[in-house]
Structures are given as C-alpha cells and as structure tokens.
C-alpha cells in the first residue's frame, strides 16, 4: 500500500516536472516569437527616451501606440523585461525605428545608446550672426543662449572679451540631440582653433604676417573675395603683395561688414569714403577681426600665396577675376568688366 503511495506520488512529481518543462518551453517559444516578430511600423518613427524609463513602460507604451501585436498585460511585459535581461538599462536619447525590425533589435540598440546622429554645416563664409540664426533653428540643439549677447555666448565658451566672428570652423558636425548650442559651438571653436595652430605652423616663409590671428583675418578677406576655388591662392597673393608694400586692401567685402546691418545690399561711393576701422578704402593694413569664418581652403592661402607679382584684381562678372599687375592694366579691366 505504502509502495502504491510513493508510485502515485512519484506519477504526481513527474506529471508536474513534465508540465512545467512544457510550460517553460512554450512560454520560451513565445517569447521568442515575441522578440523576433517584427514591430508593427508602417513607415520609420522616431522615439525620444526620457532618463529612467524602463523597458515594461515602453513595451506598455509601444502596444497603445499599435506597434507591438501580440499585446499582453504589465504583469506579462515585466516577465519578458527579465527574458530580455532583467532590468538592462535604455540609455536616454533619440531612436530611429524602421520598419521590419524586430522588438529585440530595437531594444539592443538602445542599451548601447546608439542614437540618431543629426549634422549640421558652417558654411564658409558665413558671418557670426548668420551662425546663430541657424543654429537658432535647430530643434535637436538644446538652445541655451536664446536673448543673449555676443559677448555672453564668448564668456560661456570659455573665450572671453574674443571677438566672435571667424572663430568657428566651418565644416559639418554630427551631433545627437540633447547637445546645447553653447556646447556645439565651444566645439567649433576648438577645431578652429586647432585647424589654425597647424596651418600657421606649416605657413610659407617671409610673410607680412605677424601672428596666427592675422592670419585669420587675412582668410576671411580671402573667402568672401572668392568665386572660384581655384583662384584663392592667388587672391591671397594680391592682398600679401599689398601688405608688403604698405598699400591699401581696398577690398568691399570689409566696407560692407564695417557697415553692418545699415548695408542694403547697394554698396556706394560714399560708404567707400565714409572711415570706419573695417574701411580698407581709408585706412591701411588688416582691419581689427576677421569679417567671416573662413574655411580650411582660405586658411591654408593665406599662408601660401601664389601668383604673379598682381596687384590688382576685378570681378569678371562669371565667378572669376581678371588679374593685373599696374594701375593701367587694372583701370583697364574695370572698364572692360565693370563699366561696360
């Protein structure tokens, strides 16, 4: 009797282990369909993760949205979040979801915090002010400095009483949202400030230059003088000629910054005669700060000059300049170019 009884119980023990091996199995093959059945998206979606959100909240949050079929309650979806590893923890920022996808790639990338990547370019040439209005309109940047002066957004980056303009690198940025414009431009600044030690370093021999900053100066006269890539090098070199012998620049593009917002666009003989310390109709040698943000092409012909001996150059109406190197050859062009 004693031995029907542990037979019974034995049958009893087995019949559970047997079911809970089952049940193990099936609730293993479910969530394996689960993780591997792809999100119901109809096109791609992007997910902003707030800091701390775990992964029951968002499963809870995708099946309202529609895009989890196999919708279960929070009990089960805190059971799959320990199927999926516990509490491995979302890493806040800005997911991509692409159609056909699946749960578990989704949820791996955000564990490694693989986000989306915005960009943004400085274009050369670029004055200050349009940085900041540009900048200004990307919403992934944290907008920080909204309202505040040129001076206030130095002193934040670290670069105080620096006047800004020319002093970031134009190139384009990858950035992930969340970063602040303050932060973004600190590190356009440091590239600029890099990319300028290394050309200045590697610069030609025997230029009327006496410092890196001059230099930056010289770049950004280079860059809004410049209609074809190819002829930098020797713009550069009509602006160096004329600093070695003491002439005027007498270049528009620092008559319009020194202008500033009063320039409608119609630059006129009285704005050439009127001095201010950006006039390099009236006053001689570099004017006192860059008058855009150069590029690395401008920077490098700035230090490397080459052209013929040219004092002189007229824009021939294409993008590109007639080149001279005496007053006649160059009044010449002019009325050939300019007064016809």
Sequence with gaps: MSMNRFLTQGHVLAVFLLMT???????????????????????????????????????LHWQEQGWLRRGR????????QKLLGGTSHLQKGEYLLRPGETLLTV????????????????????????????????????????????????????????????????????????????????????????????????????????????????????????????????????????????????????VIYGLGEAFDGNLRLRDLRTDNPYNTYRRTGLPPTPIAMPGRDALHAAVHPEGEGELYFVARGDGSHQFSRNLKEHEEAVRRYQLR
């Excluded at 309650?73 to 799959?80: A, E, G």
């Design 107 to 254: 949820l791996g990338r955000m564990q490694r915090g693989d986000v989306v990547i915005h960009e943004f370019t400085i274009v050369e040439g670029w004055t200050f002010r349009q940085l900041r209005a540009a900048l200004a309109r990307q919403a992934a940047l944290d907008q920080r400095s909204e309202g505040w002066s040129d001076n206030e957004i130095m002193s934040a980056i670290g670069r105080r009483d620096v006047h800004p303009e020319g002093r970031f690198l134009p190139e384009t940025y990858a950035f992930a949202r969340g970063m602040s414009d303050l932060d973004f431009l600190a590190r356009a600044a440091r590239a600029m400030d890099e990319t300028l030690a290394q050309t200045w370093s590697g610069r030609a021999d025997n230029l009327p230059l006496n410092s890196p900053d001059e230099a930056l100066i010289l770049a950004s006269i280079i860059e809004k003088e410049t209609g074809l890539a190819q002829e930098r090098s020797r713009i550069a070199s009509v602006f160096i000629e004329r600093l070695r012998r003491g002439m005027r620049l007498q270049t528009d593009p620092t």
């Design 21 to 59: 091996v089952i049940a193990g199995a099936a609730l293993w093959l479910d969530h394996q369909r689960f993780v591997k059945e792809p999100l119901n998206l109809a096109r791609e979606e992007i997910v902003l993760l707030e800091a701390g959100l775990n992964q029951t909240s968002l499963l």
């Design 73 to 80: 309650d929070r009990l089960w979806l805190r059971l799959r």
